[in-house]
C-alpha cells in the first residue's frame, strides 16, 4: 500500500506542477511585464473553478463508464495530458495577448480552459481512486502522503522555475513551462503505471454514489451549523487562496523584484505552509481543532496586515515576514478545517457533504481570484497610484478573515450532529432526493 500512496501523491504532484507556473509567475508577467489587466487575468486564473461543478458529473459518468475495464485510469490521463498542453500553451497566449487582446483573449479561453478541463477531470478522478484504494482506514494516511508531496512539489517546482527564468526572457518563460510540463506529465504517468487494478464491471452494471443539487443544497440550507460552515469556508478561503493571482505583481510593483525573485515568493510561502502542518500534527490531540483554526486564521489575518504595512513603508524585509505569518497561518487553517469538514459529515451521506464543502472550496477560489483582480483595477483607475489597488485587497482579505474567525465560533459539532438527527431533517433530504 506504500507504493500505491506514493503513485498517488506522483499523480497529485504532477498536476500542482502545472499550478504554480500558471498561478503564479505567468500571472506576475502578464500583469506587470505585459501590462494586462488585472481583471482578465483573474478570469483566466478562474476557468477551473468555474469548471469545478462538473467534477460530480465527471465522477458519476467515470463510475459508470470504464474503459477497457479501468474506472480512474483513462479520466487521469486525459485530464494531466490537458493540464500539460494548457501550461505549454499559456506563456504563447500571454504574449499574443499583449499583441492582439481580442485573438489573445480567445486562444486565452481555449488554453486556459483545456488547463482547468484537465485540473478538474484528472483532480476528480484520482481523488475517487485514492479513496477506493485506500478504504475507509488508510484514507487519512492516503490524504496525508499526498498533501505532504504536494507542497515538496510546490516548493520545488517553483524553486526550479525561478532558476529556469534567470535572467527574465520571454525565450526563458517558454522554455522553463516546456520542462516543467514534461516532468509533470513522466511524474503521472510513473503515478499510474499498474495503480489501478482492472474491473470486471461492465459499464451497464457500474453503480454511482450520486447526489443532486438540490439534495446539495438542502443539506446545507437546512442544518443552520452547515449554513454557517458553508459561508465560513467561503469567506476563509477567498480570502486566503485570493491572494493568489496579486502577491506576486505586488512584490514586483511594491520593491521592484525580478521574475525570479517573485517566483521565489511561493517557494518561501510553501516552506512556511509545510512547517505549520508539521505544527498541526504535532497538536492535533492536545489542542482542540477550533483552537488549531483559530490561531491559523488569525495567522494569516496578521500575514495581510504585515503585507499591507509593507507596501505603505517599502520594505521589503517586512513583507517576507508576512508572506511567513500568511504561509503559517494558511497551513494551520488548513490541517483544521480539513478536520472540522469530516467531522461535519453524515453516516451513509459522506459524499453529499463533501460534496458541498468541496462546492464552497471552488466557489471560494473563484470569488477570491475575480474580486481581487477586479477591486485592485477598479482602485488603481480612481487614485491613479500603482499601490493604491493591491493595498485594498489586502485590507478587504484581512476583514474577510476576521469574519470568517467570528463565524467559526458559531460552529458546534455536536450540534450540527443534533440537527441531523431530527426526523424532519432527514425527511427533508428524502424528499430533496425524489
Not at 208 to 224: G, L
Request: proline share 3%; aromatic share 8%.
Amino acid at each position: 500500500m506504500f507504493i500505491k500512496r506514493l503513485q498517488l501523491g506522483f499523480i497529485h504532484v504532477a498536476v500542482a506542477m502545472t499550478l504554480v507556473p500558471i498561478n503564479s509567475t505567468l500571472n506576475r508577467v502578464m500583469i506587470k511585464e505585459l501590462a494586462l489587466s488585472a481583471t482578465l487575468v483573474a478570469i483566466l486564473a478562474s476557468l477551473p473553478y468555474l469548471f469545478a461543478p462538473i467534477q460530480v458529473a465527471i465522477g458519476s459518468y467515470s463510475d459508470r463508464h470504464p474503459i477497457l475495464g479501468f474506472r480512474r485510469t483513462p479520466y487521469i490521463l486525459a485530464g494531466l495530458i490537458l493540464c500539460m498542453l494548457g501550461l505549454i500553451v499559456s506563456p504563447y497566449v500571454a504574449f499574443l495577448m499583449a499583441e492582439n487582446l481580442p485573438l489573445g483573449i480567445l486562444a486565452g479561453i481555449f488554453a486556459f480552459g483545456a488547463w482547468g478541463m484537465g485540473y478538474n477531470l484528472s483532480s476528480v478522478s484520482y481523488l475517487s481512486l485514492a479513496s477506493e484504494i485506500s478504504g475507509e482506514d488508510g484514507r487519512g494516511k492516503t490524504i496525508a502522503t499526498m498533501w505532504f508531496m504536494m507542497i515538496v512539489s510546490i516548493i520545488a517546482t517553483a524553486i526550479g522555475l525561478s532558476r529556469m527564468v534567470d535572467p527574465y526572457t520571454p525565450a526563458a518563460l517558454i522554455r522553463a513551462f516546456g520542462y516543467i510540463a514534461a516532468s509533470a506529465l513522466i511524474l503521472g504517468l510513473i503515478g499510474l503505471v499498474r495503480l489501478e487494478p482492472r474491473s470486471n464491471i461492465s459499464s451497464s452494471k457500474a453503480a454511482s454514489e450520486s447526489y443532486t443539487v438540490k439534495q446539495m443544497t438542502s443539506a446545507i440550507t437546512q442544518n443552520p451549523v452547515a449554513r454557517i460552515f458553508f459561508v465560513y469556508l467561503l469567506l476563509l478561503l477567498a480570502a486566503i487562496l485570493g491572494q493568489d493571482v496579486l502577491l506576486e505583481p505586488f512584490g514586483a510593483e511594491a520593491f521592484g523584484m525580478t521574475v525570479t525573485q517573485t517566483t521565489r515568493i511561493t517557494s518561501i510561502w510553501g516552506t512556511f505552509v509545510l512547517i505549520a502542518i508539521i505544527i498541526a500534527g504535532l497538536l492535533e490531540g492536545r489542542m482542540a481543532k477550533k483552537g488549531i483554526a483559530q490561531l491559523g486564521n488569525l495567522g494569516a489575518l496578521a500575514g495581510f496586515a504585515v503585507i499591507v504595512v509593507s507596501g505603505l513603508s517599502r520594505s521589503i524585509s517586512i513583507f517576507y515576514t508576512g508572506v511567513t505569518l500568511l504561509g503559517l497561518g494558511t497551513g494551520l487553517s488548513t490541517v483544521a478545517n480539513l478536520s472540522l469538514m469530516f467531522d461535519l459529515t453524515v453516516p451513509g451521506m459522506v459524499g453529499l457533504y463533501i460534496g458541498a464543502w468541496g462546492f464552497s472550496n471552488a466557489l471560494s477560489r473563484l470569488v477570491g481570484n475575480l474580486l481581487a483582480g477586479i477591486l485592485r483595477d477598479v482602485v488603481n483607475q480612481l487614485t491613479g497610484a500603482a499601490l493604491s489597488g493591491y493595498l485594498v485587497v489586502f485590507i478587504l482579505e484581512a476583514l474577510m478573515l476576521l469574519a470568517a474567525t467570528v463565524m467559526l465560533t458559531r460552529i458546534d459539532v455536536k450540534k450540527f450532529q443534533k440537527n441531523i438527527e431530527e426526523p424532519s431533517f432527514v425527511e427533508k433530504i428524502a424528499l430533496a432526493s425524489d
